[in-house]
């Protein structure tokens, strides 16, 4: 069983940071991709950032592009997403997830909040 457990999220004010990591417990050679998706509350989930494991290669949704950076840690099976320049409309919660092949593994989530 894979657990992914994500961590860093919390209140900050309008036009802050926040770092968000993830931790994955499975052989890192087995990893093929990880990301991040939120979901606001009434509203559905949305694609956040993408990173490919092995060559590193990134993915943004559009409303993070210049914002956002996701970047891997590869020993320590570990993910990270810096958010910067915060604003009210990045509140959600979000979710880690780690793809294995064809499966697909997700956190509980964690929750940003963004104060105006």
């Known amino acids: 069983q894979v657990q992914v457990v994500e961590s860093g999220g919390g209140l900050v004010q309008a036009g802050g940071s926040l770092r968000l990591s993830c931790a994955a417990s499975?052989?890192?050679?087995?990893?093929?991709?990880m990301g991040w998706t939120r979901q606001a509350p009434g509203k559905e989930r949305e694609f956040v950032a993408g990173?490919?494991?092995?060559?590193?290669?990134?993915d943004y949704g559009d409303s993070v592009k210049g914002r956002f950076a996701i970047s891997r840690e590869y020993a320590k099976n570990t993910m990270y997403l810096q958010m910067n320049s915060l604003n009210a409309e990045d509140t959600a919660v979000y979710y880690c997830?780690?793809?294995?092949?064809?499966?697909?593994?997700w956190g509980q989530g964690t929750q940003v909040t963004v104060s105006s």
């Open positions: 499975v052989r890192r050679f087995l990893i093929s991709a």
């Open positions: 990173i490919s494991w092995h060559d590193g290669s990134t």
């Open positions: 997830n780690v793809r294995v092949g064809v499966d697909q593994y």
